[in-house]
């Protein structure tokens, strides 16, 4: 009688003493991966700031639209204000968090033992922290299109609770971006398109609601924008932006030339003067300003992207694959957040006087913040990761294979191409564009590894 009981007695501790482990490891992550996710915020002792986050604070305080700038993001800022901004980085943090933690569970890898590993390997090798640590879109386009993988594809897997929650988030990242809530409803697209083919691998009833999440993100925006301004309209911008891509490719440049003989138009004087880049044009003293800007100009230049794809449509063709080619490797963390961000400055000035202190007494704002180093290991994580992504994806076609990981490989993969052509061949290359979403790629990379040489929680990552 003793011997069973004691042993059964030892075996009930050993249990005991594990479940206490697990859940003191569990608050650890909580508590750590969030603090470390916003640790280049606490360096810096004041939220990153961007060249374009000036514009979004302005909206709720000018009632206006502006090219690009979204009024639902500009609302959301609105909401941190009083904590200096914190509460928005608690959000974000806690966001990525629960983002990261979910993908895990859902392809049973939710151990805390996989996500503290996985988590600091993203945080010491991507521009994941410098994403959530700024106030700025960037951190929600690659939460959104994990988190629209997790609606999508493991809905059965997830609580009622914790769908709505999921959808209310992608409808968010999706309004606070018009580049993010292209890429979703292109995944959404591609999702019915091979639905034939997949099967029960993408229930009817889950593909419906993440293109739902696309609807409500639009109606979101909209209503934010007639809410500021008065206006049910658009956030506008997209000729304005296609506009400088295509001066900078030259095209502009020949359409002046060929055609200021027979039209009136406000850009012919300057036709041999034009700055060289989109935002030498757009962002610089240029004639820009002269003409009016965006309300000034924006008709003009509608004009002239029409007119110019239909009259040089190779020219635009071969200009759009190079554009997307170049975006695809422009991943480098930190473009755009420097000492050099006066807009940005003037906007907090002018309509957050109480910030001006703790804003100026950052590092940031005394050019303490290089970007070259850490690039070193950024630049190349992120170039070896697509690659190895796209490779897996790529496999797991050949082998006509259906699993998690073939699916997750795929989902990434195609973001980061629609990425690359939506932001390239619309806006120019640019590193912003490339590294806001190009971690994801090391986090499926991050879960293949843990699935080749780790074991797995529960279950088969890989049955079809």
Request: one cysteine or more.
């Amino acid at each position: 009688m003793v011997g069973p009981n004691t042993g059964g007695y030892i075996i009930n501790t050993q249990i005991l003493r594990a479940r206490l482990t697990d859940a003191w490891s569990v608050w650890v992550a909580t508590i750590a991966i969030p603090l470390l996710l916003l640790a280049p915020a606490f360096w810096n002792g004041y939220p990153l700031l961007q060249w374009d986050t000036g514009g979004y604070l302005a909206r709720w305080y000018e009632g206006y639209l502006v090219p690009s700038r979204s009024t639902v993001f500009g609302i959301y800022l609105h909401v941190g204000e009083g904590s200096s901004f914190w509460l928005n980085l608690g959000i974000q943090a806690l966001a990525t968090l629960w983002i990261l933690y979910l993908t895990l569970r859902v392809l049973g890898l939710a151990r805390t033992v996989r996500l503290v590993p996985i988590g600091l390997i993203l945080i010491l090798t991507t521009a994941l922290p410098w994403l959530a640590s700024m106030l700025l879109t960037d951190i929600f386009a690659g939460l959104s299109v994990l988190a629209l993988f997790v609606l999508v594809l493991h809905s059965g897997k997830i609580a009622t609770l914790e769908k709505c929650a999921l959808f209310a988030f992608i409808a968010f990242a999706g309004a606070t971006h018009s580049a993010t809530l292209a890429i979703l409803l292109g995944l959404c697209c591609v999702g019915w398109i091979t639905r034939p083919f997949l099967g029960k691998r993408i229930p009817v009833a889950s593909l419906l609601q993440g293109s739902l999440t696309i609807a409500a993100g639009a109606i979101m925006l909209l209503a934010a924008n007639f809410a500021l301004s008065g206006h049910l309209a658009w956030t506008p911008g997209g000729y304005g932006v296609a506009f400088g891509r295509m001066l900078q490719d030259g095209i502009v440049t020949q359409y002046l030339h060929d055609h200021c003989a027979k039209e009136n138009l406000k850009l012919c004087p300057y036709r041999n003067e034009l700055p060289p880049t989109a935002d030498d044009f757009l962002w610089g003293h240029s004639m820009f300003d002269k003409l009016g800007r965006f309300a000034g100009l924006n008709d003009e230049m509608g004009h002239i992207v029409v007119r110019s794809l239909a009259e040089y449509p190779a020219w635009q063709a071969k200009a759009a694959l190079a554009a997307t080619a170049d975006q695809l490797v422009h991943v480098a963390t930190g473009e755009g957040t420097n000492g050099w961000i006066p807009h940005t400055y003037g906007i907090i000035e002018r309509y957050i006087p109480s910030q001006v202190t703790k804003m100026r007494a950052a590092r940031q704002q005394r050019w303490r913040l290089d970007f070259t180093a850490m690039n070193r290991v950024h630049v190349p994580v992120a170039l070896g990761s697509m690659l190895i992504v796209a490779i897996l994806f790529g496999y797991g076609l050949w082998r006509r294979r259906r699993d998690d990981l073939t699916l997750l490989a795929g989902t990434v993969t195609l973001a980061l191409l629609g990425n690359a052509v939506i932001c390239g061949v619309i806006s120019g290359p640019h590193d912003r564009y490339g590294a806001r979403l190009v971690w994801i790629a090391t986090f499926v990379v991050l879960i293949a590894a843990t699935r080749l040489f780790g074991e797995r929680d529960a279950g088969e990552l890989g049955s079809p």
